[in-house]
């Protein structure tokens, strides 16, 4: 018990004699009676215990001694003094502290909170003179600032530690007043940074440092952290430096771009760009402030791309599209990604682009040969360039697709009929290039091409026509290739696209059923005969339409095609066949001085090589009226025979060209590594009244639509104005068709009264039932 005063600390501080207090009468004689009464309490036995002991109030409260506040004054501003002069400190740091408490205790707050601040406030303006010495050059302007800067916050520190009682007391009670931390920045604020030459010298030299930075020289950066850090730490980095900085940006990059747009290569400048950009982003880290990043990068984005989006694509764009450089088509996306209206500028060039480059490859008849492969080049290629480059953007896909369906159309019809020859190479017998996954392949890539054309129907005849040689010749490469393409039509254009296509593959499976039977036929005849007959009934609705051609058989095949037509009439009654010989072919058997050969020929090959059966030589004009072969496909047929690889005939006088008067003998000197040799593609290929045929037959088709459509919409109708029929038909036509046609069919159907004009209002119409 008899330590009990101590559990008031600054009573006890009061007792001791370090601070130079008296201890007044009252505390002492209360110390000594506690004293006293602890001591009878240990050990007085059974008449002690009964004793209570009672600890009351001062009767009057302990004074300060009259000197009191100004003695540990002194002691506080020696202490202030020594720290801002960088000199040890007299006096213990604690005894220190324990004195700012007892000041605080004894109502002197207020007055010790403004003796420090003068204290401080004298030598912060005592600070301020070395800075205004002109002789001082920009760097050694800077590091003493920043040492003052150092020097002050290091002081700071010491001083609000001897004096945290006072912060944590009174000035938290006090809201007005700064914190002694917050006032010391003031202070230095106030009297040192505001000051206008220091300040302009300072935030000169700083943007000195960067722009040395910038043009590639090594500076100090821990000495701009650290200004930049102590302006933002005075709460004048924005109006004092951040909006210089950016000015001085803006003007510096607004220089370089216009210099570089000049002066280098779009790659080569989207580079520096980017190199920009990163160096800008790393001085933010190193040591500019957060909030500067957002202002800065727009800056030298506006200055470096925005004021040039057009300018660079003008200049480049195509350049790096050409020549499929990804990684700089990569760098472009993602800098234009970043400007305002940089990404659309890009797609509307990007659009003209594959305008430009595909109407050079649809519009050229000269490119025709090689149109359809290289449309899938450079659709592979722009695939390409959206996938790595575009980081697969939709408006960039869909405005691709676009751009190939308006240049794929520049040019009507021709591109349909070229697709589709180039499907019949692929699905031919002979293309070894592709296996089965990579025709696929490729038979997906074409149905891509072919959902931008407008005209199908055109690739419909086309299409048609060449699957008819494909299966009546024998020349399809796998069934399996045919069917699929059937199915990928089918699925783009609907049943009632394909429905004839599929027709021709039942047709041909219906032939294989009925050779069968006529096989079995053959052999219950007298007289089989000796060639051996294969036909193919074809439904007229779904095939070709072809023109037929009578030509002079020999006995043995007219006595066939009777025996034949027997057969087939016998179980199909009135059915009527018609013959068509341009599409027949045959295997003839020859012997050669080097040995036997055989032939794979057409009809009309077959007839003119089994005249030579009868003669070593005949004229063109003997032939002619021998075969009753058309004058053209004779001469054709004559040319594939004696001008081919395999001459079979050798043609007097020689020349590619057939003439009247050419003679043709047999060459019985004919030599060939095969022993079954193919001159029958001569079948195969188109010929100019062949594919005239197939464009008006479509013309035609169209004509009898539109026909169509007209009347099934004034029926409907019965009375219509002009611009509404034709707005119409636009939306029920499915092929692409000029105002001036429609009006020729309205026209067209007037006469055939199928419709009447208004008699008041020429522009409507009114339907005729």
Not at 497 to 520: A, I, N, P, R, W
Not at 643 to 648: H, I, M, P, Q, Y
């Amino acid at each position: 018990m008899a330590d009990e005063p101590q559990k008031k600390p600054h009573l006890s501080a009061l007792v001791g004699h370090t601070n130079g207090l008296t201890k007044p009468a009252s505390l002492a004689a209360a110390t000594r009676a506690g004293g006293g009464g602890g001591g009878g309490g240990g050990g007085g036995g059974a008449t002690a215990s009964s004793k209570k002991l009672v600890i009351k109030n001062f009767r009057e409260r302990p004074k300060l001694p009259d000197n009191y506040t100004q003695d540990t004054w002194q002691k506080l501003h020696e202490a202030v003094g020594a720290i801002q002069s960088s000199v040890s400190i007299k006096y213990n740091l604690e005894e220190l502290y324990q004195a700012v408490e007892n000041l605080c205790s004894y109502k002197v707050s207020a007055t010790l909170y403004k003796q420090l601040r003068q204290v401080c406030e004298d030598h912060v303006k005592a600070q301020i003179l070395p800075f205004r010495e002109d002789s001082l050059d920009s760097l050694l302007f800077l590091k003493k600032i920043n040492k003052c800067w150092q020097d002050h916050c290091r002081q700071m520190i010491m001083i609000r530690s001897i004096f945290l009682f006072l912060d944590r007391t009174y000035v938290l009670q006090n809201s007005m007043l700064p914190s002694i931390w917050d006032m010391g920045l003031e202070l230095f604020r106030n009297h040192i940074i505001s000051d206008k030459q220091v300040q302009n010298k300072t935030i000169d030299g700083i943007l000195l440092l960067i722009e040395q930075e910038r043009n590639g020289e090594a500076v100090d950066k821990s000495l701009l952290r650290s200004l930049l850090s102590m302006l933002s730490d005075l709460q004048v980095y924005k109006e004092s430096f951040e909006q210089r900085f950016l000015e001085e940006t803006n003007c510096l990059y607004a220089a370089e771009g216009q210099r570089l747009m000049q002066e280098r290569e779009v790659p080569e400048y989207l580079h520096h760009v980017n190199k920009r950009l990163e160096e800008e982003g790393d001085r933010v880290i190193t040591y500019l402030d957060h909030s500067t990043q957002k202002p800065l990068i727009a800056c030298v984005e506006k200055q470096l791309l925005g004021e040039h989006l057009s300018a660079i694509l003008q200049k480049g764009l195509d350049n790096l599209l050409d020549e499929n450089r990804i990684s700089d088509l990569t760098q472009t996306y993602q800098l234009f990604s970043r400007v305002k209206g940089g990404q659309q500028i890009l797609l509307q060039h990007w659009s003209e682009y594959i305008k430009n480059f595909g109407t050079t490859i649809v519009v050229n008849p000269e490119k025709d040969k090689d149109m359809v492969q290289e449309l899938l080049d450079f659709k592979d290629k722009v695939d390409h360039i959206i996938e790595v480059c575009f980081q697969k953007n939709e408006k960039f896909i869909n405005l691709m697709k676009e751009s190939f369906e308006t240049f794929i159309n520049k040019r009507p019809n021709k591109p349909a009929e070229l697709i589709a020859k180039y499907v019949d190479s692929k699905l031919r017998a002979g293309n070894k290039e592709a296996t089965d996954e990579e025709l696929e392949r490729i038979l997906d890539k074409i149905m891509i091409i072919f959902r931008f054309i407008h005209g199908k129907d055109v690739f419909e005849a086309f299409y048609k026509k060449d699957l008819a040689k494909r299966l009546l010749v024998g020349k399809s490469a796998s069934v399996d290739a045919e069917k699929s393409m059937l199915s990928k039509l089918k699925h783009e254009c609907g049943a009632a696209f394909t429905s004839k296509l599929e027709g021709m593959f039942k047709d041909m499976e219906l032939s294989k059923d009925v050779m069968v039977q006529f096989k079995q036929y053959m052999q219950n005849q007298s007289d089989p005969g000796n060639i051996d007959l294969t036909v193919n009934i074809l439904t007229m609705g779904y095939w070709p339409t072809y023109t037929p051609m009578e030509v002079h058989l020999n006995s043995e095949m007219i006595k066939l095609q009777e025996v034949f037509k027997t057969f087939y009439l016998g179980k199909h009654s009135g059915r009527k066949l018609q013959w068509q010989t341009t599409l027949g072919h045959a295997v003839l058997k020859a012997e050669f001085k080097e040995g036997k050969k055989e032939f794979q020929v057409s009809l009309f090959q077959t007839l003119v090589l089994l005249m030579f059966n009868e003669g070593d030589e005949f004229g063109f004009e003997e032939i002619k009226m021998a075969t009753g072969v058309e004058d053209s496909e004779l001469r054709r047929t004559l040319q594939s025979l004696a001008c081919g690889k395999a001459r079979v005939l050798i043609k007097n006088p020689k020349g590619k060209d057939v003439e009247d008067g050419d003679k043709f003998i047999f060459n019985g000197d004919f030599k060939h590594k095969l022993f079954r040799i193919k001159i029958n593609q001569i079948q195969m290929k188109e010929t100019v009244e062949e594919q005239v045929s197939t464009t008006e037959r479509v013309f035609q088709d169209r004509q009898y639509q539109i026909d169509a459509a007209i009347v099934r919409i004034m029926k409907m109708r019965k009375t219509l104005g002009h611009n509404l029929l034709v707005s119409e038909l636009y939306n029920q036509l499915k092929f692409p068709v000029k105002p001036g046609d429609l009006k020729k069919r309205i026209e067209s159907l007037i006469d055939r009264d199928y419709m009447e004009r208004d008699k008041d209002n020429p522009n409507q119409y009114h339907y005729v039932a």
